[in-house]
């Protein structure tokens, strides 16, 4: 049908983003949350001794770093995808935009 024809590439792109979001926000909150709260933890207890709160102070100031880098590097990364799936040219997979539209052309 016309309508699922139209459905298709949007859920298609629609997932690749999510996707793309998710592993993104993975690696976001490895890379950032673990160095950004590590890189405090030593600082801190480097200048003011080791104590608990400043462990958890640290860990927990990674947060906002990894939200933030995680779900833009997310996007970006959703988006190449995205469109890597549906208009790189491909023997193995060729994008339902891409066929939508060779079967209109």
């Given at each position: 049908?016309?309508?699922?024809?139209?459905?298709?590439?949007?859920?298609?792109?629609?997932?690749?983003?999510?996707?793309?979001?998710?592993?993104?926000?993975?690696?976001?909150?490895?890379?950032?949350?673990?160095?950004?709260?590590?890189?405090?933890?030593?600082?801190?207890?480097?200048?003011?001794?080791?104590?608990?709160?400043?462990?958890?102070?640290?860990?927990?100031?990674?947060?906002?770093?990894?939200?933030s880098v995680g779900f833009l590097v997310g996007f970006v990364r959703g988006c190449v995808v995205a469109?890597?799936?549906?208009?790189?040219?491909?023997?193995?997979?060729?994008?339902?935009?891409?066929?939508?539209?060779?079967?209109?052309?």
């Amino acid at each position: 049908s016309r309508l699922g024809r139209l459905l298709l590439p949007c859920c298609s792109l629609v997932a690749s983003l999510f996707l793309g979001l998710f592993f993104g926000w993975l690696a976001g909150w490895f890379s950032v949350a673990w160095l950004c709260g590590w890189l405090l933890v030593w600082l801190f207890g480097f200048l003011f001794g080791w104590f608990p709160c400043l462990l958890v102070l640290g860990w927990l100031l990674g947060w906002p770093g990894s939200w933030s880098v995680g779900f833009l590097v997310g996007f970006v990364r959703g988006c190449v995808v995205a469109v890597r799936m549906e208009f790189t040219p491909s023997i193995f997979w060729r994008g339902p935009l891409c066929s939508a539209c060779a079967v209109h052309v």
